[in-house]
């Protein structure tokens, strides 16, 4: 599995759980509950594998995406924080569908920027053998992936 097809796919995974969310109704609370726990899991493992596996290859064969790179871990920063506080928050409370809100917004911008601003630069500086190589290491990566969104890197970056 090439490394980039493998983190648009899930990009897309998570997008269609987004749609799911903002069509749920204003008082499905547990089933906006559920999507989000499913959001929470899919994002965490995401940004686990980009963060010790992609991000750090980009930035060692790819010198040039340097500055990205470091603005996208801000952004997975301000994310996995989001993520932790939504799952201390009751369903009900009226934050919530705000701060997932305000989540899928920063998401669909960071995602943006990956594919369109910086993932074609490591794309084409990288051959297809080394972006199957890392496909297949992010792969085998994914069930090792925390729980936890504050046990990400960047967390405490
Ligand atoms: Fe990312
Ligand atoms: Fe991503």
Same mark, same amino acid.
């Given at each position: 599995m090439? #490394? $980039? /097809?493998?983190l648009?796919? =899930?990009?897309?995974?998570v +997008?269609?759980?987004f749609? @799911? &969310?903002e069509k #749920?109704? +204003?008082? *499905?609370?547990?089933?906006?509950q559920k999507? /989000?726990? @499913? $959001? $929470?899991? !899919?994002?965490?493992?995401? #940004?686990?594998?980009e963060? %010790? $596996? &992609?991000?750090p290859a980009?930035?060692?064969?790819v010198?040039e995406?340097?500055e990205h /790179?470091?603005e996208s871990v %801000?952004?997975?920063?301000?994310v996995?924080?989001?993520?932790?506080?939504?799952r201390?928050? =009751?369903?009900?409370d +009226?934050r919530?569908?705000a701060k997932?809100?305000?989540?899928m917004e920063?998401?669909?911008?960071?995602?943006?920027? +990956? !594919?369109?601003e910086w &993932?074609?630069?490591?794309?084409?500086?990288m051959?297809?053998?080394?972006?199957?190589e890392l496909?297949?290491q992010? !792969?085998?990566a994914?069930p @090792? #992936?925390?729980?936890?969104p504050? *046990?990400?890197l960047?967390a405490?970056?």
């Amino acid at each position: 599995m090439d #490394a $980039i /097809v493998l983190l648009k796919d =899930d990009h897309k995974t998570v +997008e269609k759980l987004f749609k @799911q &969310f903002e069509k #749920a109704g +204003e008082k *499905a609370h547990k089933e906006k509950q559920k999507i /989000v726990e @499913q $959001i $929470i899991n !899919e994002l965490t493992t995401h #940004a686990y594998i980009e963060e %010790e $596996i &992609f991000y750090p290859a980009a930035r060692k064969e790819v010198p040039e995406t340097k500055e990205h /790179v470091l603005e996208s871990v %801000e952004e997975h920063h301000v994310v996995v924080w989001m993520m932790s506080e939504l799952r201390n928050l =009751d369903p009900k409370d +009226e934050r919530y569908d705000a701060k997932v809100t305000v989540l899928m917004e920063n998401v669909r911008h960071h995602v943006e920027e +990956e !594919e369109q601003e910086w &993932f074609p630069q490591v794309r084409e500086a990288m051959g297809r053998k080394q972006l199957q190589e890392l496909g297949e290491q992010m !792969e085998k990566a994914k069930p @090792q #992936a925390p729980s936890d969104p504050l *046990a990400l890197l960047s967390a405490s970056q």
